[in-house]
């Protein structure tokens, strides 16, 4: 592994508690300082647990076919507003998970349909609330089922998250800054935990649902893609050494590269409508071999066809191993809507020729006919 690294500048944490590199062969490692002194290392085989804050950046509606994406700007229309209002979301999921080719599971996920429910009273969300994570681990299961078990506290108990029955920007803003907190925290706390090799890492992607706020955070090479009517929308960008986005977002935050870079999470939101469908979920495992529109496809006919979003979850696993891939695989899928809500898709009308007989042609048909009848 290199030795080289990659710091973030002008941080108020510089030289301190953590810090992750990660190598253009797609390793990373973990070193956390103390009195200048380095602590244990973690080696992964992509980017670990995020801890450092980035910009929120609105959603970009970009198709799958698009490698570098760049922010866009958001256009007011009063249509849309109308139907946003009037629009709330129908939360069900499904989810699949399949060790693949590998030796090991390394891969968790998280599914929690109605999170107010599932935390109780203690907290106060806007309705419909929502979360779903993927978790895709590197060197061992030990940090991906680490996050899991202790998903709730790391993400809502110890990060101070807002509480509120409305959704509005101070909401919104509260969210993102408690996301950023609960990463950091996770981080920490798989450094500081003794039952999690020192060779263990894993990525992580979250995605919460808010009445029509979806809010997606990612640190990794996983993926959540939105269908709108039938198209696929990124709504992550995956962190990866040769996409030149990557690079410039980090020489942006005051970094530099050097054999290696360093992931930080990013967010994107978006007010979901009644054109929104489904969300995917999955990891760099079906990425691979299929792009989000062909994904998001293959999802939308199943859902037509049975309506079963665990049903959908695992086809798209299926044809991710149809495909030879290499690597464990996750999906979760999360409806937003019943199928009647769908607009139905153009029918194909029945083309029917018509065609005339001769007159030699009737009588012998009619000869064949009468025979038929009096045998």
């Known amino acids: 592994m290199s030795s080289g690294h990659l710091i973030r500048k002008g941080a108020s944490y510089f030289e301190e508690p953590i810090r992750i590199c990660e190598t253009n062969s797609g390793e990373a490692f973990w070193q956390a300082y103390g009195s200048g002194q380095c602590g244990r290392k ?3 085989e992509a980017e670990f647990v995020c801890q450092k804050s980035v910009p929120v950046l609105d959603v970009q509606y970009i ?15 009063a249509a849309l507003e109308s139907s946003i209002l009037e629009f709330v979301p129908s939360i069900r999921s499904g989810s699949f998970a ?3 080719s590998r030796r090991y599971m ?18 106060e969300f806007p309705k419909p609330s929502a979360f779903y994570g993927v978790f895709d681990g590197h060197g061992g299961p030990e940090a991906a089922a680490y996050i899991k078990k202790n998903a709730i506290s790391l993400f809502f108990e110890n990060a101070n998250f807002p509480q509120t029955s409305e959704v509005d920007d101070v909401f919104v803003e509260e969210v993102e800054n408690s996301l950023r907190k609960s990463f950091l925290l996770a981080d920490v706390a798989l450094a500081n935990d003794g039952s999690v090799s020192s060779s263990s890492g894993t990525t992580a992607l979250t995605a919460l649902i808010f009445g029509r706020l979806l809010l997606v955070a990612n640190a990794g090479d996983c993926r959540a893609v939105l269908c709108r009517k039938g198209e696929a929308i ?10 030149p986005s990557e690079r410039m977002r980090v020489e942006e935050l005051g970094g530099y590269i050097d054999d290696g870079y360093l992931n930080e999470p990013e967010f994107r939101q978006v007010v979901l409508t009644e054109d929104d ?3 995917i979920i999955g990891c760099d495992g079906i990425w691979d071999v ?4 062909e994904a998001v496809s293959l999802v939308r006919r199943g859902l037509r066809r049975h309506d079963d979003p665990e049903q959908c979850a695992r086809d798209l696993v299926m044809e991710a191993l ?3 891939t290499f690597d464990n695989l996750t999906v979760v899928v999360v409806c937003f809507s019943s199928l009647d809500h769908w607009e139905p898709s153009p029918s194909r009308q029945r083309r029917l020729r018509c065609c005339s007989l001769s007159a030699e042609a009737i009588c012998s048909l009619r000869s064949l006919l009468d025979g038929g009848a009096s045998g």
């Open 42 to 44: 973690m080696v992964a």
């Open 234 to 243: 990124d709504m992550s960008q995956d962190h990866r050494p040769i996409y």
């Open 106 to 123: 390394e891969d968790e996920h998280i599914r929690i349909d109605d999170l107010a429910s599932h935390l109780g009273s203690v907290f």
């Open 277 to 279: 469908e489904f969300l």
């Open 98 to 100: 399949d060790i693949g």
């Open 322 to 324: 149809r495909l030879n």
């Open 63 to 77: 198709s799958s076919a698009q490698t570098d994406i760049k922010p866009v700007d958001r256009i007011p229309d």
């Open 290 to 293: 299929m792009s989000s529109q």
